[in-house]
């Protein structure tokens, strides 16, 4: 089910961990199956200089967490907010359907680790210009996270 | 099948059973068919249906064959309350029966039958004085399986049939079959469903025991085979399979439960120093080669899959494995919150599993527990 690259990424997780002192800290949790993923990221020069996470999920969600610290380590604020989780997915060979869900979660905690980190340096006008107004709100605690696929997979559950 | 500890999921086929099945596969006879070749279908059909029969000390003519224990839950739900609808509409199960009970019996809700679902306690066993209020004049059916395939916790089923007096009783026996005794005569059930594929037999085939005078609707209709009950033309070879293998099960089960008792044993006793680790299921009332455990601040799939790296074979009932991505009914019904049962693992032993093979689980199973552990957010190292 899954392919041999998401298995190399679960055997070999890269950048695995916590940071002392982060810059930013993005923590989602699952509402699908429960599940949590923390990023950490360390920032210099608008360059995400160093980025470590920790997973409680299943295989296909330390593959992605695995995967997308790997491709925004090294990358500017602006390119590392590319990593969807479509690029995610795609890095890893495809993902099955019923584990798309996970990949969301690691570009979600990527978005709110960065914006963790503007709003810690009052760059507020860029949170705004890059697009992350809702992420903004939800570390503000005005909002609870929101997943688009949460109401679909709910209907299919309780039907 | 080094490594294997999914027994519940599927088992292999047993080569003595393999052996007897093949020239059935080449025998064209249509068992039917009033010539030579077609009472030779007819002949090893009806020694398999001793062959069961004997297994569980029932008559053969109180064996129907179906396609396996789903068919035979379905037969004996659905069959049963079409053909007695008259007497009442109302029937007792428990919370922690197998998808092929639960959903026949939601179809059935949503066609003018009313269900009520049995609690169990935080072992997994039901609750009987439930199930003594729930009996009403218009109860027609108790199904309650023998064991959970699961949790492996068995279940009280003689003193269910007490409380229910001569209310039909159903007992799914499809796990318990070939682990522990299923004998009809203590049981005292009136339909009892058998699986082949548990007891090392092929899958496709499997088995309702029908007691004398209790009336079903059949499912499958057509040429009349199995008394009316299941019309189609029989899987010969798959039931010529299934009788060889009830015939090794009678002979060798007890000797075999023993040994994977003590591995079984063996396993929980150490998997249970693992910090954080828990039994889930009845630590006595538990069938002899089933282990379901679970782990604090790590999930199931990862963990199976960690294991399989390591040439283990194991199950979990953990959201996130579902299709549904909800965790397992069972677990969710012992009282378990979702986030325990993610971290849930099942261990089933079975016939060729060896010393070495629980040596190495035993050896593996920390560490990979561990370094999942080093990589979830919930879990602080002391
Ligand atoms: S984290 Fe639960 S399905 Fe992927």
């Known amino acids: 089910m899954y392919s041999e690259k998401l298995f190399e990424h679960f055997r070999n997780p890269r950048n695995v961990g916590e940071i002392e002192n982060p810059d930013g800290v993005g923590t989602v949790g699952n509402p699908v199956c429960g599940d949590l993923m923390t990023f950490m990221i360390k920032v210099k020069d608008d360059v995400i200089e160093d980025i470590k996470f920790k997973t409680f999920g299943c295989g296909a969600a330390i593959a992605t967490s695995s995967i997308a610290t790997e491709m925004a380590k090294g990358k500017k604020i602006e390119e590392a907010l590319k990593i969807s989780k479509k690029v995610v997915a795609d890095a890893l060979g495809g993902l099955p359907p019923q584990k798309m869900h996970c990949s969301n979660l690691a570009s979600d905690a990527l978005r709110m680790a960065i914006t963790d980190y503007l709003r810690k340096t009052n760059q507020i006008e860029r949170i705004k210009e890059l697009g992350l107004e809702k992420e903004l709100k939800i570390l503000e605690g005005e909002e609870t996270e929101e997943h688009e696929e949460t109401s679909e997979v709910e209907e299919f559950l309780n039907d | 099948m080094k490594g294997y500890f999914d027994y519940a999921s599927g088992c292999p086929v047993d080569e003595r059973v393999l052996e007897a099945m093949l020239p059935y596969f080449k025998i064209p ?314 971290g849930s693992l099942l261990i089933t032993l079975g016939r060729y599993n060896t010393e070495d093979d629980v040596n190495k689980l035993i050896e593996v199973l920390p560490s990979a527990v561990e370094r999942l552990r080093m990589m979830s957010p919930l879990y602080r190292r002391r």
């Open chain 2, 29 to 342: 006879g249509n068992p039917s068919s009033v010539h030579s070749q077609g009472y030779q279908a007819r002949e090893a059909i009806e020694k398999a249906r001793e062959s069961v029969a004997e297994l569980i000390e029932a008559e053969p003519n109180e064996i129907i064959f179906t396609s396996g224990a789903t068919e035979s839950n379905n037969l004996a739900l659905i069959g049963f309350a079409l053909r007695n609808k008259d007497k009442g509409r109302h029937i007792i199960t428990s919370k922690i029966e197998h998808m092929s009970i639960l959903n026949p019996c939601k179809f059935l809700q949503k066609n003018g039958f009313e269900i009520s679902y049995v609690p169990v306690d935080k072992d997994g066993i039901v609750d009987l004085s439930f199930i003594e209020n729930s009996i009403r004049e218009d109860t027609i059916l108790i199904s309650i399986q023998h064991a959970n395939n699961e949790i492996g916790t068995i279940q009280p089923i003689e003193e269910i049939k007490e409380i229910s007096g001569n209310i039909p009783l159903h007992v799914d026996a499809t796990a318990s079959l070939g682990k522990i005794e299923v004998d009809i005569q203590t049981l005292k059930a009136d339909l009892v469903t058998l699986s082949s594929n548990d007891i090392y037999g092929p899958r496709g085939v499997g088995a309702l025991f029908v007691r004398k005078g209790v009336k079903l609707h059949p499912l499958i209709l057509g040429g009349g085979q199995e008394r009316g009950l299941r019309s189609g033309t029989e899987n010969v070879a798959g039931i010529v399979g299934f009788g060889v293998a009830a015939e090794i099960t009678k002979k060798e089960y007890k000797e075999e439960s023993e040994r994977l008792k003590r591995f079984r044993d063996r396993i929980i006793e150490n998997v249970l120093k693992i910090e954080n680790s828990y039994l889930n299921g009845h630590r006595e009332r538990r069938l002899p080669n089933n282990v379901n455990v679970r782990f604090s601040y790590i999930e199931g799939e990862s963990l199976v899959l960690s294991l399989d790296m390591e040439g283990i074979q194991a199950s979990t009932g953990s959201a996130c494995s579902s299709k549904t991505l909800q965790p397992s009914h069972v677990l969710t019904a012992i009282g378990l919150k979702h986030e325990e049962a993610h």
